[in-house]
C-alpha cells in the first residue's frame, strides 16, 4: 500500500506519521518547508469547549494523542495542559456557555462554571469584570513551529520520504494511480490524501468536486515578556469585547488574536499580512481579559493563510469521485487543536477502510447539488 500526502501542514505532517506507523509507504510533498503555512501562524489553542458537538469524539482523539506525543514523537512539542478559561461580561455569554455545556456533557467534555468570585480567587488579574467563566481544565496549547516538523521527522524516522522546498506542476489520475509531476520528477502511489490546507478547495476541483471555502488571515500579535500571571489559555463566549484571546508563553510573553476582522487572502500567492491599523483596537478589545497588557510593547504581528468553508466545518474523508482520493482541509481556524486526530483517523481510513469516529458531517459530499425533481 502506497500513498502520497500533498501538502506538509499539521494536518499532513501527522498523517504521514500515523500512514508510515501502519506501514503504508508514504511520501509527502510540500511545496515550501513544512509546517510553514496556516500551522505556524497559529496561536497554538488546543480547545475543545465551543465546538460543533459532533466533531468531539474526534477532538476527544486528538487531546489524547497531544498529551502522548513528547513520546510518540521524540521531542517535546510544548503541549501544556494548562486548561481553558472562557470569561463571560454578558448575560448573552452566560447563557452561550450554559446551553453549550450541557448539550456537550453527553459527547464527554465537562466545563467546569465558575462564579466571578471563583475568576478573581483562582486566576488574579485575569477578567476583574467578569461575570462568571468556564473552565476546561484538560485543554491547553501547543508550539506551532514545532508540531509539524516534529511530526515530519518521525515520519521520516519510520520511513517516509518527506520532500520539501518543490515546484508541483500537475496532479493527475490515470488507470496506474496518482501522479503528482514537480520540478524533482513524478512521484506515483495509488492513494492521494489532499491536505493542502487554504488549497484544498483547487486541488479537489481538478477532481471534478466543488468546496465553497474562502482564504482569511487572522491577525495575530506577541508582547515583550512580562512577569508570570496568566497560566491557562483566556478567551471569551458570545464574542464578548470582539472574541479575543490570549496566553502566556513560559519566557513570558502574551500571545493574542481575535478582536480584529480576519483579513482577505490572495490563494495565488498566500501571502497573509497582519494590518498595524488594526492593531490598536485589538489590544483595546483584549484589555478586559487582561488588564496589564496596557502597559506592554507588541514585538510583532503576523497573520497567515487559513481556508474557511461556507459551513464553518472542514472536509474530511473519501473522495467522492475518484477512488484512491482523500480530503482533509478547510481547518477554518480550528485544525490546530484537531490536527494530530485527524493524522491518525485519516491513516485510518486510508489503510482500513473505516474508523469508529463519526466523520459523515464532514464529507465533501455535502456540496454536491442536488438533482433537481
Ligand atoms: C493566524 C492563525 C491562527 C490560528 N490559530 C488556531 C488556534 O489557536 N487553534 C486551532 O485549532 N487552529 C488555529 N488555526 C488553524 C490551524 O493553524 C490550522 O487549521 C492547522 O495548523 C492545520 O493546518 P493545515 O495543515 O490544514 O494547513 P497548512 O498549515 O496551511 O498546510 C497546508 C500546506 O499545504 C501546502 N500546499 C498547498 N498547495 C500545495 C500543493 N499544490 N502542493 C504541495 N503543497 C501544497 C502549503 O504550502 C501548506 O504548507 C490558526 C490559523 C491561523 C492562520
Known amino acids: 500500500m502506497d500513498a502520497i500526502v500533498l501538502g506538509g501542514g499539521l494536518i499532513g505532517a501527522a498523517s504521514a506519521f500515523f500512514l508510515a ?16 503555512g496556516a500551522t505556524v501562524a497559529s496561536f497554538g489553542n488546543i480547545r475543545r469547549s465551543g465546538r460543533y458537538l459532533p466533531q468531539l469524539p474526534l477532538a476527544h482523539r486528538s487531546l489524547a494523542l497531544w498529551d502522548q506525543l513528547a513520546t510518540m514523537l521524540g521531542r517535546d512539542v510544548e503541549f501544556r495542559a494548562t486548561g481553558h478559561l472562557r470569561l463571560i461580561f454578558s448575560h448573552e455569554g452566560l447563557r452561550a456557555m450554559r446551553s453549550f455545556a450541557e448539550d456537550a456533557r453527553p459527547w464527554g467534555l465537562e466545563l467546569e462554571e ?30 506551532p513551529r514545532l508540531i509539524a516538523p516534529a511530526f515530519a521527522d518521525a515520519a521520516r524516522k519510520l520511513g517516509a520520504d518527506i520532500v520539501e522546498n518543490i515546484e ?15 520540478s524533482k520528477g513524478v512521484y506515483a502511489a495509488s492513494m492521494l490524501l489532499n491536505a493542502t490546507g487554504a488549497w484544498g478547495a483547487r486541488i479537489a476541483g481538478l477532481f471534478g468536486e466543488t468546496v465553497p471555502m474562502v482564504a482569511k488571515g487572522p491577525q495575530m500579535g506577541v508582547t515583550e515578556p512580562l512577569p508570570h500571571r496568566v497560566l491557562p489559555v483566556v478567551g471569551v463566549w458570545a464574542h464578548d469585547h470582539g472574541g479575543g484571546y490570549l496566553r502566556q508563553v513560559e519566557r513570558g510573553n502574551i500571545v493574542f488574536g481575535g478582536g480584529a476582522e480576519r483579513t482577505d487572502v490572495s490563494l495565488d ?32 504581528t503576523w ?33 490546530f487543536q484537531l490536527g494530530p486526530g485527524v493524522g491518525d483517523v485519516m491513516a485510518e481510513i486510508m489503510e482500513k477502510g473505516r474508523t469508529d469516529i463519526p466523520m459523515e458531517d464532514f464529507r465533501v459530499e455535502r456540496f454536491q447539488k442536488l438533482p433537481r425533481p
Not at 506507523?21 to 510553514?36: C, D, F, K, M
Not at 484589555?287 to 496589564?292: D, E, I, K, R, S
Open 21 to 36: 506507523r501502519r506501514g503504508v509507504r508514504t511520501t509527502l510533498i510540500e511545496r515550501n518547508r513544512v509546517g510553514s
Open 114 to 143: 465558575l462564579t466571578a468570585k471563583d475568576v478573581r480567587a483562582r486566576f488574579p488579574g485575569i477578567g476583574p469584570e467578569a461575570i462568571a467563566a468556564s473552565f476546561s481544565p484538560k485543554d491547553g496549547s501547543g508550539n
Open 168 to 182: 508541483v506542476e500537475a496532479v493527475r489520475k490515470s488507470e496506474y494511480g496518482f501522479q503528482v509531476e514537480t
Open 269 to 300: 500567492t498566500g501571502y497573509a499580512k497582519a494590518d498595524p491599523a488594526r492593531l490598536p483596537s485589538q489590544l483595546r478589545s483584549l484589555l478586559p481579559l487582561f488588564p496589564a497588557l496596557r502597559n506592554a510593547a507588541v514585538i510583532r
Open 303 to 335: 497573520s497567515g493563510c487559513e481556508g474557511y468553508v461556507e459551513d464553518g466545518l472542514p472536509v474530511m474523508g473519501p473522495s467522492s469521485t475518484t477512488a484512491g482520493l482523500f480530503h482533509a482541509f478547510g481547518f477554518s481556524g480550528h485544525g
